[in-house]
């Protein structure tokens, strides 16, 4: 019961650690193939679209990510 105890905090404290350093996937413009229409993103929406513009911080592509 000891053994569990300390392997389960174990995983406790490194799922809090992985946790703390996550960050929130990047928002892009996509523009469709078929007529230009452009959408903002997270992930690609299929493969009639290209990636456009980004990376962006917000939901609506406003806020760029500066490049580092």
């Given amino acids: 019961m000891k053994k569990f105890c300390i392997i389960a905090i174990g995983l406790l404290l490194t799922g809090a650690g992985a946790a703390l350093v996550a960050a929130p996937a990047p ?3 996509w523009r469709s193939k078929v007529d230009g229409q452009q959408v ?3 992930t690609p929406l299929g493969p ?3 990636k456009a513009t980004g990376p ?3 939901s609506h ?5 500066a490049a580092k």
């Fill in 48 to 50: 009639g679209w290209e």
């Fill in 56 to 58: 962006y911080q917000d």
């Fill in 40 to 42: 903002c993103a997270q």
């Fill in 27 to 29: 928002w892009y413009k």
């Fill in 61 to 65: 592509c406003e806020k760029r990510i």
